[in-house]
């Protein structure tokens, strides 16, 4: 199947390597166009230990905030520094990008951007939760591939392992 828009979901893990490989081998079989996409993700619970320190005084409330939007800037700034990186690489192969970084939740955001470009295939990776915490945590791939206007083809991040293309069109009613 020839996808002219393909959307790549990546999250600056080592499976990201794999997911953008893979999307630009499907953009240069048939000179589609990439469009790169990084959520950043900002759970509450990352810096549980000071906000718990801020509640009991021990550190100020204005310097949690301060260090955490200075954390977050500088996140963003590095995400889009090597989103960039990605976007030059692909450039290189004579193959259009662009890149998009937000602060959002991932999965809702992923399935937004997919529908607003008029994505042919959104192509991200899995990031092998398993059991337990697959079920408390959820999974962002599982997520899009249930709720995208597009199929999604998840790429595992273990190279033992095929590419898999969920489709709403293949599921069954």
Known sequence: MSYQKILVAL???????????????LAQSSQGQLQLVHSLNIASHDNLGKLIDAGVGLQSPTNVQHEE???????????????EQLRAEALKR???????????EPGSFIC?????????????????????????MGSTSDYVSKHASCPTLVV??????????????????
């Open 112 to 136: 937004q951007l997919a529908k607003t470009w008029g994505a042919d295939v959104i192509v991200m990776g899995s990031s092998g939760k398993k059991g337990l915490k697959k079920l408390v």
């Open 156 to 173: 595992p991040n273990d190279s033992s392992q095929e590419v898999e293309l969920f489709s709403k069109a293949s599921e069954p009613a």
């Open 69 to 83: 939007e200075a954390a977050r800037l500088q996140r963003a700034q590095e995400t889009k520094q090597w989103l």
């Open 11 to 25: 999250d600056r893990t080592a499976a990201s390597d794999r997911v953008f490989d893979y999307a630009l081998g």
């Open 94 to 104: 004579d193959i259009s990008a662009d890149f998009i970084c937000e602060m959002s």
